[in-house]
Nanobody, 123 residues
Framework: EVQLVESGGGLVQPGGSLRLSCAAS????????MTWVRQAPGKGLERVSA????????TYAESVKGRFTISRDNAKNTLYLQMNSLEPEDTAVYIC????????????????WGQGTQVTVSS
């Protein structure tokens, strides 16, 4: 059974940092590209960042470029999102998801999703 379990969310002040993790199991993690998406209250899903299966290629939403860093440890079957200089606009549920392929080329469609972890940025 494919499982994606996020952790690391919480309440942080503006300007602070958090590191999210997504523990993957039930599949060959190193063979799939992965992504972080987020959903803010009352808004639709927003793509945040994505990474190819090898970790060589990454993409970021304009709103997080220079502040967030996506990475993965294929030996530990874990996806990460380092978030720095957090802003109130980053408040959302952050969800990791799996691409049904290795690369980032092609449509942004996912076949498995985690439950998400809440990130709240507030003073």
């Amino acid at each position: 059974e494919v499982q994606l379990v996020e952790s690391g969310g919480g309440l942080v002040q503006p300007g602070g940092s958090l590191r999210l993790s997504c523990a993957a199991s039930g599949f060959a993690f190193s063979r799939y590209a992965m992504t972080w998406v987020r959903q803010a209250p009352g808004k639709g899903l927003e793509r945040v960042s994505a990474i190819s299966s090898s970790g060589t290629d990454t993409t970021y939403a304009e709103s997080v470029k220079g502040r967030f860093t996506i990475s993965r440890d294929n030996a530990k079957n874990t996806l990460y999102l380092q978030m720095n200089s957090l802003e109130p606009e980053d408040t959302a549920v952050y969800i990791c998801a799996r691409f049904p392929r290795r690369s980032l080329e092609g449509p942004y469609e996912y076949d498995y999703w985690g439950q998400g972890t809440q990130v709240t940025v507030s003073s």
